[in-house]
């Protein structure tokens, strides 16, 4: 099967206590929209489990997995001003962890080609020993630290979310095997992603952050692909490509300023599995992060999952990058000039 994916209604028993963006509603509009599209003949089913101590222990450190499942399972809460938890939210977010996990370890053994996993709590901006953003458990960082445990030499992650993806940035700012890349606005929240932020020590060069200005949109977001994250990709040919597909760059979406719309998300997603089709056998998973418009969301994820499907490449012609889109990707270019792929 061409296709693995998660989809389960657990996820839509992760509730905050008060309205709240992140909401159980963005998984049953998720679910609608792909059912009827045709989901279950697109691909296959696979079954959610909890993550286990020793998987998470991979990214998270002791103390704050020990304190998350004192404090979590069974309650109501708020961790901080904008991450909640409520008293099924320890199973969502564990079983949003163990899908992400299963599914990079499903692809990496050739179960499926592609994997997609639609869970929420999202996850990018969970810390090592801290949540915020909305996220407990870091889902990417997590899948990508059992591909590597399973094998694989090299692991991207490459970020489509309006917000930069702290966490999992930090998870491997120093490691050369993941390569994590991320497009989103900025300055914004969290602070994080300047083009500046390259890695560190033996991870030199293998973080790579283009932000872009509000307003930009579909051929600023592809331009950031076709300069620096298709070049970057192909130089570091990686055994697996995860992204953490977030839905709020999409110009509907109300908690941000960028002009994405879904036929951008859908070149990028073809953009991506021609690559990893290049250099490595196709294998890419797709885990949801953010994306607060519902119907934005659905018509997004429709378009993304026929193309991990393996629907026929677009014909549509994109606008061009403008000035200010063009500025943010030189100066990604500029501070990767000593790697071979930012040269060019």
């Known amino acids: 099967?061409?296709?693995?994916?998660?989809?389960?209604?657990?996820?839509?028993?992760?509730?905050?206590?008060?309205?709240?963006?992140?909401?159980?509603e963005r998984i049953l509009a998720a679910r609608d929209a792909l059912r009827e599209a045709g989901?279950?003949?697109?691909?296959e089913a696979v079954a959610v489990r909890a993550a286990r101590e020793e998987?998470?222990?991979?990214?998270?450190?002791?103390?704050?997995?020990?304190?998350?499942?004192?404090?979590?399972?069974?309650q109501a809460g708020w961790i901080d001003v904008d991450t909640y938890y409520g008293p099924e939210t320890w199973a969502a977010a564990a079983a949003?962890?163990?899908?992400?996990?299963?599914?990079a370890e499903a692809v990496l053994a050739g179960r499926f080609r592609r994997g997609l996993a639609l869970v929420r709590p999202p996850g990018h901006h969970?810390?090592?020993?801290?949540?915020?953003?909305?996220?407990?458990?870091?889902?990417?960082?997590?899948?990508?630290?059992?591909?590597?445990?399973?094998?694989?030499?090299?692991?991207?992650?490459?970020?489509?979310?309006?917000?930069?993806?702290?966490?999992?940035?930090?998870s491997f700012y120093g490691d050369p095997t993941v390569m994590y890349l991320s497009a989103h606005q900025y300055p914004f929240y969290p602070g994080t992603g300047a083009p500046d932020e390259i890695g560190s020590g033996a991870g030199l060069g293998t973080t790579v952050n283009v932000g872009l200005p509000a307003g930009a949109g579909d051929g600023d977001l592809l331009h950031a692909f076709d300069r620096v994250f298709l070049p970057a990709l192909e130089h570091f040919a990686p055994d697996l490509v995860i992204v953490s597909a977030g839905f709020d760059m999409h110009r509907a979406?109300?908690?941000?300023?960028?002009?994405?719309?879904e036929r951008g998300y859908r070149v990028a997603a073809e953009r991506i599995c021609q690559l990893a089709d290049?250099?490595?056998?196709?294998?890419?998973?797709?885990?949801?992060?953010?994306?607060?418009?519902?119907?934005?969301?659905?018509?997004?994820?429709?378009?993304?999952?026929?193309?991990?499907?393996?629907?026929?490449?677009?014909?549509?012609?994109?606008?061009?990058?403008?000035?200010?889109?063009?500025r943010a990707v030189l100066r990604t270019l500029s501070a990767h000039r000593d790697q071979p792929w930012g040269q060019r």
């Open 253 to 261: 979406d109300p908690l941000a300023g960028l002009e994405v719309t």
């Open 278 to 326: 290049k250099v490595c056998q196709g294998r890419v998973v797709v885990l949801l992060e953010g994306g607060y418009d519902l119907d934005a969301l659905g018509r997004s994820l429709v378009e993304v999952t026929r193309v991990l499907a393996g629907a026929p490449k677009s014909e549509d012609t994109l606008e061009l990058p403008s000035r200010v889109g063009e």
């Open 39 to 43: 989901l279950e003949q697109m691909g």
């Open 96 to 103: 949003a962890a163990g899908a992400a996990i299963d599914l």
């Open 126 to 170: 969970a810390e090592a020993d801290r949540a915020m953003g909305f996220c407990l458990l870091n889902n990417a960082a997590l899948a990508a630290a059992a591909a590597r445990a399973a094998g694989a030499a090299r692991v991207a992650v490459l970020d489509w979310d309006v917000h930069h993806g702290n966490g999992t940035q930090h």
């Open 55 to 74: 998987e998470l222990g991979r990214v998270h450190t002791t103390d704050y997995l020990a304190e998350l499942t004192r404090i979590v399972p069974g």
């Open 1 to 24: 099967m061409a296709l693995g994916y998660v989809l389960d209604d657990l996820f839509a028993r992760h509730r905050p206590p008060g309205p709240h963006p992140e909401r159980p």
